[in-house]
């Protein structure tokens, strides 16, 4: 399917080289469900553009059009590309050349592409749309224009994607959050959400429902600054893995420097290493919401999906070797208690050593062989190998969330550690009164606060159960006498702690009720003569529509029960 998408990528550019004179091209890579290329010329590509792209498109894959791989050296290269800026500068870091030849396009790639065009179906490919990136992501660069596009094996495939992308544009969280009154982003803030009061209810339900999770397996909670010395960022290894993507800030004198942190674990070493701890305190198991701030292009940043700064339900866990077993599968239960109330399907991936990982490969080589073993017991066949996509300190299992749609999002993750107590010097006494070196898990589980935010508002559709939603229960008086038993039903609720409010808007009751279903409150609890005298409301559930009268005691019943158990 890569193999696919990144040889329509070279249709795309080759028939954008036929319709625009002049142009300069960048990169075309793929990306999941399709491929992007970026382009540089001096008239701006339209919308109405795209379908005059794709016509053009659709005439190359008719002509069976032959891919031609060729190796070349440097010099060939730098003569061919001569008119081509952002190929030279491309070349100048390549060991080895390859271009691919497709009609009268001529790229450098490094493959690999399908045989020819005619085995691209031309209904089963679109351009979605168009976007502008700068030149290598960096904005002191040019501002390129990039064209985006999907491509599949057949036409049914490409139907069900849009259809899943049309009904995903409707939950849209950048959409629902501002219609819902939950978050908003500002200038004076990029990416970093300012949640309303309504969208702070949310937030705070998370993580109150994140900490109680967690006392069934023994955590202890801390906090640590979010403002930390660089020095410890160049001991973790951080520093070189992360210091573009930092905010820094200067102390009282020079000599002091300090940065927003873009990791958790420093804080909590620090903590363990502060007294001496004995292997009858282990496994010791550190949970932090911990603040985070890394820096992202103004491009990059999508509502609550990518953000500069965001909460993380971060967790280290400080652990003799012969416990990892034992300790990984608790981490799983408590996963699955999490997950459960959201009904959000999930797959485990085991993520392994990456490129640039740091320390000796045969703690590495052990540490994944642990991960395997333990996955496999619990899995079955039923995980993914991610080649490579460890962190830099130790290889991770990753949990894949599907939400309503059957998108996927990364959330969890449990990293196993034997780098960062060793550059930490953390040390435990063992039963024979040695001192020995703890392993370290890493572990979040919802992730960013934020992000898992926006995933549950699309996943709900701005629906939220009854137990997350900003208001449980909005009371609707058919008429204003009826005011003031509404109140007291208001008061009676409030006293049980259930969120309700009052509408009493000198609205018709019609109006009143389709305000309260474009709020999407769970219940609406409807009052008048009939109501007041019975002691009792008229109850419109969000889902099941009218229940008919309740008395008040009963109602109050269903309502916590359905928020005691998360339903």
Not at 165 to 182: F, I, P, S, T, V
């Amino acid at each position: 399917m890569e193999t696919l998408r990144h040889s329509t990528s070279h249709v795309m550019a080759a028939a954008v080289q036929e319709l625009f004179k002049k142009v300069k091209f960048a990169i075309g890579p793929t990306i999941e469900n399709g491929f992007y290329y970026d382009f540089d010329l001096a008239e701006r590509i339209m919308p109405e553009d795209l379908p005059r792209i794709e016509k053009k498109m659709k005439e190359l894959i008719r002509k069976n059009l032959k891919f031609e791989k060729k190796e070349i050296s440097k010099a060939e290269a730098k003569k061919l590309f001569k008119n081509q800026p952002y190929k030279l500068e491309l070349i100048e870091d390549l060991k080895k050349v390859t271009i691919y030849t497709l009609g009268d396009f001529v790229d450098l790639c490094k493959g690999p592409h399908l045989k020819s065009t005619g085995q691209i179906k031309f209904d089963a490919f679109k351009l979605t749309k168009l976007a502008g990136a700068y030149w290598k992501g960096d904005e002191k660069n040019k501002m390129l224009q990039r064209i985006y596009g999907v491509a599949f094996n057949t036409k049914k495939e490409l139907a069900a994607y849009l259809k899943q992308q049309a009904q995903a544009e409707k939950r849209d969280h950048r959409k629902l959050g501002k219609e819902l009154d939950l978050f908003s982003i500002h200038r004076e803030a990029q990416g970093m959400p300012f949640f309303h009061p309504k969208g702070a209810i949310i937030y705070k339900e998370l993580e109150k429902f994140w900490e109680e999770a967690q006392k069934e397996f023994n955590y202890d909670f801390i906090l640590a600054p979010s403002m930390l010395d660089i020095s410890i960022w160049k001991q973790s290894g951080h520093w070189d893995h992360f210091k573009d993507d930092m905010y820094f800030a200067g102390g009282r004198n020079e000599e002091q420097k300090y940065a927003l942190r873009p990791m958790d674990c420093p804080g909590a070493i620090l903590i363990y290493n502060n007294s001496p701890k004995s292997y009858r305190e282990l496994p010791l198991r550190y949970a932090e919401p911990g603040l985070i701030t890394r820096k992202e292009q103004s491009g990059e940043l999508v509502g609550l999906f990518r953000v500069q700064q965001f909460k993380q339900d971060d967790a280290h866990i400080f652990l003799k070797q012969d416990q990892i077993e034992e300790e990984i599968n608790k981490v799983i239960k408590l996963i699955d208690k999490i997950y459960k109330p959201f009904n959000l399907k999930y797959k485990a991936c085991l993520s392994t050593r990456p490129d640039d990982y740091m320390g000796d490969i045969k703690l590495w080589n052990k540490a994944e062989k642990q991960l395997e073993n333990i996955i496999k017991k619990t899995y079955g066949k039923n995980y993914e190998i991610k080649d490579k996509d460890g962190t830099f300190y130790g290889p991770k299992i990753d949990y894949q969330l599907e939400d309503a749609l059957g998108r996927t999002w990364q959330c969890a993750t449990i990293q196993l550690d034997f780098q960062m107590p060793l550059k930490f010097n953390c040390k435990y006494i063992d039963k024979d009164g040695q001192k020995k070196i703890p392993i370290m898990i890493h572990r979040t589980i919802i992730g960013s606060f934020e992000r898992f935010i926006g995933i549950l508002i699309e996943h709900y559709a701005g629906a939220f159960p009854a137990w997350l939603a900003p208001v449980q229960a909005q009371i609707i008086p058919v008429s204003q006498k009826f005011n003031k038993y509404g109140k007291k039903i208001k008061k009676k609720l409030k006293q049980e702690n259930i969120r309700a409010e009052l509408n009493d808007d000198d609205d018709t009751l019609g109006k009143k009720i389709r305000n309260g279903q474009l709020q999407k409150i769970p219940y609406l609890l409807i009052v008048g003569a009939k109501e007041q005298k019975a002691k009792s409301v008229a109850v419109r559930d969000r889902k099941k529509g009218d229940l008919g009268p309740i008395k008040i005691e009963k109602f109050i019943e269903k309502i916590k029960h359905e928020i005691g158990n998360k339903k």
